[in-house]
Structure formats: C-alpha cells, structure tokens
C-alpha cells in the first residue's frame, strides 16, 4: 500500500511542478519510454525462453481482444447513458488507454470528444496505475492486465511488473503490443462510419 502513495504523491508533484514552473521537456518524455521499453525487453530476453514464451502465447493472444471487445462495449453503453451519438463512445472506447493518439484521433472530427477521448484514456492508464495493486487481490493478476489497455506495453508495465510478476509481464507486453497495432487503425475506422 506504500508503494500506491508513492505513486500517487508522484503524481501529485509532478502535476503541481508542471503547473507552477512550466518546464520545457520538449520530446525527452519520447525518449524516456524508448529508453523503459528497451530495458523491459532486455529484461524479458534474459528470463524468458521459448517454452515460456509458448506456454503465456494463448493467454497473451487471447487477452488484448477481450479487452478490446469490453473498451467498445464500455464505450457504446456510456454513450448510451450520457445520450451522445454512439461512435463517439466507440471510439472513445477504442482508444484502449492510448490517450496520446486517441484523443487527436477524435479530435480531427470533434474537439470537445477529442479532449474526452483525451482525458478518458488518460484516466484509464492513471486508474491502472492506482488500483492494479489492489485488483490483483481479488482477480487473477494475467486478467487483471486487461485494465490497462494498449498502455501494457509500456508506461504501466512497470507496476504490473513490480505487483504481478515477470510473467504477467510478458502477457502484459504483448496484450499491449497488440492493442497498440490495431488502436491506430480501429479508432479513426469507427470515425468514419
């Protein structure tokens, strides 16, 4: 439970830091996620061999479209709850956490939805970081990666990592390596529509 107020007061002051002293980062934040994914893949090459890898492939496989099945579920039942047109909750939805690409995705078609479809994302992967931790006490910890999304493969790894195990990590990284390959097409794909 240290660990989540560590995370949350990090979060905390890095906030309030950017708010007040505004740095200018530029694209140091690009290079600091190349830099964790190639350590995360050093670290998986070096504990993992094919049997392991052949024995997590199913679950991994099988996963990220379940994921993607409940983010578009979850997206069509909130439009239909706040009683906005449909394919925006589908593509709010279809964005998996991927906040980043999601939100300018959207935006395109719609500024407000793409500053929804910002946040929306953003708060999945913030709400990942939070309660993972805690979700892993009551469901499976290779289940659990679903909350994630396409976020997996990267920026919440380290916490499924630290809380799952190195091999809910491997399931991890490829249920977000595929999310992350079908995000881009699916989003602007349900836009069109």
């Given at each position: ?35 964790l ?8 090459g ?8 052949r ?58 939805y ?22 892993i ?8 990666v ?31 390596f ?16």
């Amino acid at each position: 439970m240290r660990f989540l107020y560590l995370v949350l007061a990090s979060l905390t002051i890095g906030t309030l830091v950017g708010h007040f002293l505004s740095p200018d980062f530029g694209n140091a934040y690009e290079l600091m996620l190349y830099i964790l994914i190639f350590l995360i893949g050093m670290d998986l090459g070096l504990n993992f061999n094919a049997k392991e890898l052949r024995k997590v492939g199913g679950k991994a496989l099988v996963l990220p479209f379940l994921t993607l099945t409940g983010s578009i579920l979850g997206g069509l039942l909130a439009s239909l709850i706040l009683g906005i047109e449909p394919r925006w909750g589908l593509a709010i939805g279809a964005g998996c956490g991927w906040y980043s690409l999601t939100g300018p995705l959207i935006a395109q078609y719609s500024a407000v939805y793409g500053a929804v479809g910002f946040l929306g994302n953003l708060m999945r992967e913030i709400l990942t970081i939070l309660f993972y931790p805690i979700a892993i006490g009551r469901i499976d910890p290779e289940r659990a990666v679903v909350m994630g999304g396409a976020t997996t493969m990267d920026t919440t790894l380290p916490i499924i990592t630290k809380f799952g195990g190195r091999e809910v990590a491997l399931v991890a990284f490829v249920h977000g390596f595929i999310l992350t390959a079908i995000v881009p097409f699916l989003v602007p794909l349900i836009l069109s529509l």
